[in-house]
């Protein structure tokens, strides 16, 4: 699999580093200014790799409510964060630009991240209305911009949205893997930081062959085990943060703690 050579470990932990609400977003701190969000940035940065995770996210977390289609300001901001850490990351990173698959796309290829995570195939009801994709056109942008070695990593079971077509989940993925040519897929609970059901995880793990899949929220130190003997990595964010609340900066104790359990499932 290429999660050996881009991550190095069995079952790697991508940590999400979620970017406070960034000019333009609704949240914006004026008065803070994006010196505070960089700030931020930093100090979880510091504290996820000192917890040992085995990658990092950049994200536009608190750019709620979301954009299908994002504003050019966001990614420009979000190359400006990543340009200024660049130097104190340490692990393999990646970036993904709620939700837009083609400015994740355009993020990676200028900041040099390894892989990105997006909504890229599927026509959804979300809570951001219509949710519509275009996987050959994101696939043919990444090869224009010259990004084909960054892996794509699909959300088959998207947050805050149903699949209008009433197909069963191990179908979609029969189909996505066949048609899309995914470099790994995302299985994800209702929102971020809700569980992941594992029985739709085993289902697109069975139904994916090679593909990697990741178990994308909810993944906690009590079910950490659990679920990555099914899934081949996890995806975390929520637990990361101080008492497992969204809102929070991270709590450099708790991803030790999730760590612990990763390894000793490794092991």
């Given at each position: 699999?290429?999660?050996?050579?881009?991550?190095?470990?069995?079952?790697?932990?991508?940590?999400?580093?979620?970017?406070?609400?960034?000019?333009?977003?609704?949240?914006?701190?004026s008065?803070?200014?994006?010196?505070?969000?960089?700030?931020?940035?930093?100090?979880?940065l510091?504290?996820?790799?000192?917890?040992?995770?085995?990658?990092?996210?950049?994200?536009?977390?608190?750019?709620?409510?979301?954009?299908?289609?994002?504003e050019?300001?966001?990614?420009?901001?979000?190359?400006?964060?990543?340009?200024?850490?660049?130097?104190?990351?340490?692990?393999?990173?990646?970036?993904n630009v709620?939700?837009?698959?083609?400015?994740?796309?355009?993020?990676?290829?200028?900041?040099?991240?390894?892989?990105?995570?997006?909504?890229?195939?599927?026509?959804?009801?979300?809570?951001?209305?219509?949710?519509?994709?275009?996987?050959?056109?994101?696939?043919?942008?990444?090869?224009?911009?010259?990004?084909?070695?960054?892996?794509?990593?699909?959300?088959?079971?998207?947050?805050?949205?149903?699949?209008?077509?009433?197909?069963?989940?191990?179908?979609?993925?029969?189909?996505?893997?066949?048609?899309?040519?995914?470099?790994?897929?995302?299985?994800?609970?209702?929102?971020?930081?809700?569980?992941?059901?594992?029985?739709?995880?085993?289902?697109?793990?069975?139904?994916?062959?090679?593909?990697?899949?990741?178990?994308?929220?909810?993944?906690?130190?009590?079910?950490?085990q659990?679920?990555?003997?099914?899934?081949?990595?996890?995806?975390?964010?929520t637990?990361?943060?101080?008492?497992?609340?969204?809102?929070?900066?991270?709590?450099?104790?708790?991803?030790?703690?999730?760590?612990?359990?990763?390894?000793?499932?490794r092991?």
């Amino acid at each position: 699999m290429w999660l050996d050579d881009v991550f190095g470990v069995k079952k790697p932990v991508i940590a999400m580093l979620h970017l406070l609400a960034l000019p333009g977003d609704p949240g914006f701190d004026s008065a803070g200014g994006m010196r505070a969000v960089v700030d931020r940035a930093r100090g979880e940065l510091a504290d996820l790799q000192a917890g040992g995770v085995d990658a990092v996210m950049f994200s536009n977390e608190f750019s709620l409510p979301y954009l299908t289609k994002t504003e050019p300001i966001t990614s420009i901001a979000m190359a400006r964060i990543i340009g200024e850490l660049l130097s104190e990351v340490k692990i393999p990173f990646g970036v993904n630009v709620l939700w837009d698959g083609i400015a994740s796309i355009d993020l990676a290829a200028a900041t040099g991240a390894s892989f990105v995570r997006e909504i890229f195939t599927g026509v959804y009801a979300s809570d951001f209305g219509l949710w519509d994709t275009n996987v050959g056109q994101a696939a043919r942008h990444r090869a224009r911009v010259g990004a084909s070695n960054v892996k794509l990593l699909f959300n088959i079971v998207p947050e805050s949205a149903t699949y209008l077509a009433h197909r069963d989940i191990a179908d979609v993925t029969k189909t996505t893997v066949f048609a899309t040519l995914p470099d790994g897929l995302c299985v994800s609970g209702l929102t971020a930081g809700a569980a992941t059901d594992s029985q739709v995880l085993a289902q697109v793990k069975k139904a994916a062959g090679d593909v990697p899949v990741f178990v994308n929220t909810g993944v906690r130190a009590n079910n950490a085990q659990e679920q990555l003997s099914i899934a081949d990595g996890a995806v975390i964010g929520t637990f990361f943060k101080k008492d497992g609340v969204f809102e929070n900066t991270v709590d450099h104790a708790r991803v030790e703690e999730l760590m612990a359990e990763v390894k000793a499932l490794r092991s």
